[in-house]
């Protein structure tokens, strides 16, 4: 069974960094092109940054480029996004799915950037 | 970067019902387009991909159709457990961008 699990959010300053993480089980995780998914409660989705299986391209919304990296671990199963230069409008729940048409989903880790 | 729209923002259905959700990009995204359902307080879940394939374990009262430019997915027979939000998004380009949603209510 394919599980996708966040975890590290919490509460930052802005200006701040903070690295949430994907823990990837039930596949080959080095297989597949991996994402992160954003969403500001109650609002809708948006596409924050995407990795290919091996690691290499990576691809950035203009909205992030250049304050956020996103890696992987293949040998961990795990997805990392640091974040850094951290804005209020950056606060959004965060979500890790698979592939481009993103078929699996994490529950999502919560950050939140406030003074 | 694609700009997605979809209509109507909301609707109201009773159960029973066929519902369709239109989606649009701005351009020729040729199938690459998925849909989803999200519920309050849950992650979004994959409904369908490549604009008409079912997604394992997705009930058949779902479909989708449609290329390049519009497309629609449609609930057959609205069921109580359907009422929830939905998207679709394309992933033809970088950045890869979602519509603003469809909110199904009783």
């Known amino acids: 069974e394919v599980q996708l699990l966040e975890s590290g959010g919490g509460l930052v300053q802005p200006g701040g960094s903070l690295r949430v993480s994907c823990a990837a089980s039930?596949?080959?995780?080095?297989?597949?092109?991996m994402h992160w998914v954003r969403q500001v409660p109650g609002k809708g989705l948006e596409w924050v940054s995407g990795?290919?299986?091996?690691?290499?391209?990576?691809y950035y919304a203009d909205s992030v480029k250049g304050r956020f990296i996103i890696s992987r671990d293949n040998s961990k199963n795990t997805m990392y996004l640091q974040m850094n230069s951290l804005r209020a409008e950056d606060t959004a729940l965060y979500y890790c799915?698979?592939?481009?048409?993103?078929?699996?989903w994490g529950q999502g880790t919560l950050v939140t950037v406030s003074s | 970067d694609i700009q997605m729209t979809q209509s109507p923002s909301s609707l109201s259905a009773s159960v029973g019902d066929r519902v369709s959700i239109t989606c649009r990009a701005n351009?020729?995204?040729?199938?690459?387009l998925a849909w989803f359902q999200q519920k309050p307080g849950h992650a979004p879940k994959s409904l369908i991909y490549?604009?008409?394939t079912l997604q394992s374990g997705v009930p058949s009262k779902f479909s989708g159709s449609g290329s390049g430019t519009e497309f629609t997915l449609t609930i057959s027979s609205l069921q109580p457990e359907d009422f929830a939000t939905y998207y679709c998004?394309?992933?033809?380009?970088?950045?890869?961008?979602f519509g603003p949603g469809t909110k199904v209510d009783l």
């Open positions: 799915a698979r592939r481009g048409f993103f078929e699996y």
């Open positions: 039930g596949f080959t995780f080095s297989n597949y092109g």
């Open positions: 990795i290919s299986g091996s690691g290499d391209p990576t």
């Open positions: 351009q020729d995204i040729t199938n690459y």
């Open positions: 490549h604009a008409s």
């Open positions: 998004q394309q992933y033809y380009s970088y950045p890869f961008t």
